[in-house]
């Protein structure tokens, strides 16, 4: 009996960026059980020390699988056909539930292996994690999922894999890279020098995660007017407006409404950090509950969506963030999708009495940052629903003794507002997730 086990050299974390190098030890054993009674054992240790082990094969490789529920046109399928013709047996074996999208050259670990009873062969594999290649993701109509496919076959047997799966994040690609290299050496001239140092190379992937923390780390407050038709409802500053796994999205809300008399009064309002997950490739059933509720659903999606509520912002690029329905637009426009919505993270606040407050949204480490494909674009919000009211001060003057009481029914309005940010992928090393040992016996 063989024993083949894999484990990941980065044992804090089996969590990589693309681009990244992965690197995994894989062991062969010859096992030898000595749970038998003694008489047995001694014959069976008698047979095995006549024979031994011998694998023919090894080989390894990094595949990207990808099971989706979306329909895919006939030119996608018949190139899907083209490349299985001139597949060898192996890609039968690895097929995972779903079609495989990237897969790297398998490397040959060994050829023709012979191991003795008890005996141990350890490899090394190591591959470089393909920079175009989609992130991990699980959501509603498409996962995305990478696997070390560990493949082996015994002498006159059949061809037996071990699947290893890795976490893997986005990481931008630099649009002109050749401009970064200026404020690589602007930052060594500035060092001490050293003569005696050989001058480093700088790789792709380094460039990479500098060009990510200058876009995370700059802040860039931006303020956003909200008014209803009754009035002024408050002022919502966003500090920056992309963020890493594991960080917090900070922004204030400020109600006062200054030299204005208040006119409305925001009784509640509650922060809900979204993901959206929207096909790019149109499909027909979509498209008629489109047209649908487009034709006859238009006074609804008027009140419902934002209560014609407007935004307003002195960045011209911040007009994309105003509501569709808002006010101050005369002409309707055809409704943004949607797409399928899964709440991650809610911040929720009573602000009756509240001229300044400040909301606190955090961002999970388990969850898939921003990324596009050929058949989905993952986006991120925030989600704003406001409970506003025009009964100022509980409708009642304030006593000169005794209690303020509130009243018992008091009109509201809800109003709802989504306002996009950008979520990045944080540094692998930073996200504790162990990993364990994955095994495979071949008897």
Request: aromatic fraction near 8%; glycine fraction near 4%.
């Amino acid at each position: 009996m063989i024993e083949i086990k894999a484990k990941l050299l980065r044992a804090d974390s089996a969590i990589y960026a693309t681009g990244e190098r992965v690197q995994c030890l894989i062991e062969f054993t010859h096992k030898v059980f000595s749970d038998e009674p003694a008489a047995s054992q001694a014959v069976h240790n008698a047979n095995e020390a006549r024979s031994q082990e011998n694998l023919a094969w090894a080989s390894a490789q990094l595949h990207c699988y990808r099971k989706t529920s979306y329909s895919t046109s006939a030119g996608d399928r018949a190139a899907e056909l083209t490349e299985m013709i001139g597949r060898t047996a192996l890609d039968a074996v690895t097929q995972a539930p779903g079609e495989v999208i990237v897969a790297t050259k398998p490397k040959i670990l060994f050829c023709d292996l012979r191991l003795q009873p008890g005996e141990t062969k350890m490899y090394f594999f190591n591959e470089f994690i393909p920079r175009d290649g989609p992130p991990t993701y699980r959501g509603h109509n498409i996962r995305y999922f990478y696997k070390i496919t560990i493949a082996t076959q015994r002498v006159k047997s059949k061809v037996q894999t071990l699947a290893v799966p890795i976490r893997v994040l986005p990481i931008p690609i630099i649009s002109r890279p050749d401009e970064l290299p200026v404020t690589v050496e602007t930052n060594e001239e500035l060092a001490p020098t050293n003569p005696f140092l050989e001058k480093r190379e700088i790789s792709e992937l380094e460039i990479s995660w500098h060009h990510l923390k200058n876009v995370t780390a700059r802040r860039a407050p931006k303020f956003y007017r909200i008014s209803n038709k009754r009035g002024f409802v408050g002022r919502f500053c966003l500090f920056k407006p992309a963020y890493k796994l594991g960080e917090d999205i900070v922004g204030s809300l400020d109600f006062d409404p200054g030299v204005n008399p208040r006119k409305v009064r925001c009784v509640q309002f509650s922060v809900k950090l979204q993901q959206q997950e929207l096909s790019i490739r149109p499909q027909p059933v979509q498209n008629h509950q489109l047209q649908s509720q487009s034709s006859t659903g238009d006074d609804v999606s008027s009140m419902n969506s934002f209560d014609m509520a407007s935004i307003a912002s002195g960045v011209l690029a911040d007009n994309l963030h105003k509501s569709a329905t808002s006010a101050s637009s005369k002409v309707k426009e055809a409704p943004e999708p949607t797409g399928k919505l899964s709440t991650i993270s809610t911040s929720h606040q009573v602000c009756y009495a509240t001229l300044q407050t400040q909301v606190v949204v955090p961002i999970p480490l388990h969850v898939t940052p921003t990324f596009r494909t050929d058949l989905v674009d993952v986006r991120w919000r925030l989600h704003f629903e406001f409970v506003t009211t025009t009964l100022i001060d509980f409708g009642i003057p304030n006593p000169e003794s005794g209690e303020l009481k509130a009243p018992s029914e008091m009109p509201v309005e809800t109003m709802v507002w989504n306002l996009p940010v950008t979520v990045y992928a944080a540094n692998p090393l930073q996200i504790y997730a162990p990993n364990q040992t994955f095994n495979l016996l071949i008897k």
